[in-house]
């Protein structure tokens, strides 16, 4: 069932070792088939180095497990919850990389300084609310999914991949596996040029609004210019 998205979701987690986000078991990352409505994620607590793609568990969006013969991820439903309220993203990650965690135990949003960061995502990268004491007693993993998807009222998930769940870590995700495991790299990566930028100048400013949506536009939507055609 559902083989090669599989093999691709198995590749993905691998990516994440790759590019230096997560150590141990410290991340997850899932796809989700809309045709069928079913997920394909990571074991729970498997590490890396043994894991293969036969190990991918695979889930309704009840959090059923319908294959696989290893028990999915905790974090199975805040995904879930994700791809319900976020109907055109095909796949998740979650990480505890270390400049965007340190944001999310912060409780600070990531400030768009510069192009980098306006090439990827529009605007600053939200840090949720902390989660209720009653939240957390019952159906803690299902409520942080509900929270990021309250942080996005009347946002824009697409034009803005990444949210920081405060005290927790960051959750990322893309039009599939793949997009989603290249926006975690990004994120990474601009959260320690946000960290380096207020380390040496506390009183930085956000960028040029004007200069955020050049750089946002040129890369995507309808007139998009960079790259390719």
Not at 47 to 60: H, L, Q, S, W
Not at 166 to 179: R, T
Request: hydrophobic share 40%; charged share 20%; aromatic share 10%.
């Amino acid at each position: 069932m559902l083989e090669q998205l599989k093999q691709s979701v198995f590749a993905a987690n691998l990516a994440l070792v790759k590019h230096g986000l997560v150590l141990f078991t410290w991340g997850n990352v899932s796809a989700i088939d809309r045709d069928s409505g079913l997920i394909v994620i990571k074991p729970s607590g498997v590490a890396y180095e043994r894991m293969t793609a036969d190990d991918m568990a695979v889930v309704d969006t009840d959090g059923k497990r319908v294959e696989g013969k290893l028990s999915p991820s905790s974090d199975t439903p805040t995904h879930i919850e994700l791809y319900k309220a976020f109907p055109k993203i095909g796949g998740v990650v979650h990480t505890h990389s270390t400049f965007a965690t340190a944001f999310a135990q912060s409780g600070r949003a990531i400030a768009c300084f510069g192009t980098t960061h306006a090439d990827y995502f529009r605007g600053a990268i939200a840090c949720t609310r902390a989660l209720t004491k009653a939240e957390m007693e019952k159906d803690y993993e299902r409520n942080t999914g509900l929270v990021i998807a309250e942080a996005f009222k009347g946002g824009d998930y697409a034009a803005c991949p990444a949210a920081l769940i405060k005290s927790h870590a960051p959750f990322v995700w893309g039009k599939d596996e793949n997009e989603a495991v290249h926006n975690a790299v990004v994120l990474e990566e601009i959260a320690k040029m946000a960290y380096l930028t207020q380390t040496l100048n506390p009183k930085a400013e956000p960028a040029d609004g004007h200069l955020q949506d050049k750089h946002y536009y040129r890369k995507h939507g309808a007139n998009a210019y960079y790259g390719q055609k």
